[in-house]
């Protein structure tokens, strides 16, 4: 158990519809992150969020909205999506968005969210 | 923009032999991770380092971060079934860390 909680664990869905990928984190950080892992691209940061503010939007298509309403969870809503976008989704946690040198920035990662689209 | 890259992509080892894989950045890094994925897992973190030419071992893992701290390498001896895992290393870019394309190591018994 990492400190960081994500549902569902496994998702499928339909192009026309509209789903949304929860992640929670019991550590009392500041900062936290959404990555694409798919076998083309192993690790592929999407959002940072650090203290509820976006600093990070790595080039991500529109039909992945993300949500932070508070240090502690984060959403990825999901619209009109493609068979393309299948991957296994990762939240993740970290004290500070940036390395300060006064901590490692370990980041935790969450069990993922399998998602399936058809 | 920066890179990580990490060589081999794969790597399969019979159980007992030593296995090292390599990881490379386009630019100077302020530190380095080392984080460990098991086979329907997600990553965990091993180590990190921050000094130029730092080593560090941890039982049978030895880590080292180069002299032009841009390129890092792990390397585990007598490697063992629990062994098994994709390896990344990542290195910080403003609010990220860039990760590597990872080595995936299987291990023969």
């Known amino acids: 158990e990492t400190g960081v909680t994500q549902t569902p664990r496994h998702l499928v869905m339909g192009m026309t519809n509209k789903k949304s990928l929860k992640c929670e984190q019991h550590l009392g950080h500041n900062a936290m992150y959404w990555y694409k892992q798919s076998a083309k691209k192993p690790l592929e940061l999407m959002f940072v969020?650090?203290?509820?503010?976006?600093?990070e939007n790595n080039s991500v298509p529109s039909r992945f909205s993300p949500e932070c309403p508070n240090s502690s969870h984060l959403f990825l809503h999901l619209h009109t999506l493609q068979p393309e976008d299948s991957a296994l989704y990762l939240c993740?946690?970290?004290?500070?968005?940036?390395?300060?040198?006064?901590?490692?920035?370990?980041?935790?990662f969450g069990a993922g969210t399998r998602l399936s689209v058809l | 923009g920066q890179q990580v890259m990490q060589i081999p992509q794969y790597q399969h080892v019979q159980e007992g032999e030593d296995f090292t894989t390599y990881c490379n950045s386009s630019t100077t890094l302020s530190n380095i991770q080392w984080y460990k994925q098991r086979p329907g897992g997600h990553p965990v973190f091993l180590i990190q380092?921050?000094?130029?030419?730092e080593v560090k071992k941890q039982k049978r893992l030895t880590f080292q971060f180069g002299e032009a701290k841009k390129n890092s390498s792990l390397h585990i001896t007598a490697t063992q079934t629990t062994d098994v895992g994709t390896y990344f290393c990542a290195g910080p870019r403003y609010y990220k860390y860039i990760f590597g394309t990872g080595t995936r190591l299987k291990v023969l018994a």
């Open positions: 380092l921050v000094k130029s030419g």
């Open positions: 993740a946690s970290s004290q500070d968005a940036m390395w300060t040198g006064q901590s490692k920035n370990i980041q935790y």
């Open positions: 969020y650090s203290l509820e503010e976006r600093v």
